[in-house]
């Protein structure tokens, strides 16, 4: 089991045709062959010192294996979504997990 | 769908008694009854500038919503590990996502 997992923090988190295009764009990748479960976030209201609740939006896809997440990387729709959101985010942050 | 995912990073990584000792508190985690997938998991091998592979372990809860979440915090078996465990991590960061 992979579980590939981002954050997204807006460039411009006060526009919201932003978040809309970057929220859209989130969307798309759903619809990736490659993987097992996908699951598009938004922060909760939890408030706890331990919680970071400061970025926009979060990706939680679960794939197989390695070599699943491997492909939906190099997928064209992956790399469309990159293309045209890039602009939209300040800074992204990735967690990689392997595990059962 | 509510997403609940932490890392954790050891105050003693080097310690392997401290690393089995933390997996196998977490491990009593997938027992409670109020998540509907769990993931547990190590730092793959991916190596990019985005990535963070700095932890040690991370879990990715899943809960049908808030509510069953907050049960889980609360629930019996979730306070003994941290009452258990606490004293081997360094830090704990938390993201708690609302979606679908």
């Not at 993987?35 to 598009?40: K, N, T």
């Not at 926009?56 to 491997?70: G, N």
């Not at 939906?72 to 990735?94: G, I, S, T």
């Amino acid at each position: 089991m992979f579980v590939h997992t981002v954050f997204f923090w807006l460039k411009h988190p006060e526009k919201q045709a932003d978040r809309d295009a970057l929220r859209a764009g989130i969307e798309t990748l759903r619809d990736i062959e490659h993987m097992d479960a996908a699951y598009i976030g938004v922060p909760a209201d939890t408030r706890r010192p331990v919680i970071d609740h400061s970025y926009d939006f979060s990706i939680t896809f679960v794939f197989a294996d390695q070599h699943a997440h491997d492909a939906y990387q190099e997928h064209p729709m992956h790399l469309k979504f990159v293309e045209n959101c890039a602009h939209l985010w300040e800074r992204v942050r990735v967690y990689d997990a392997v595990g059962h």
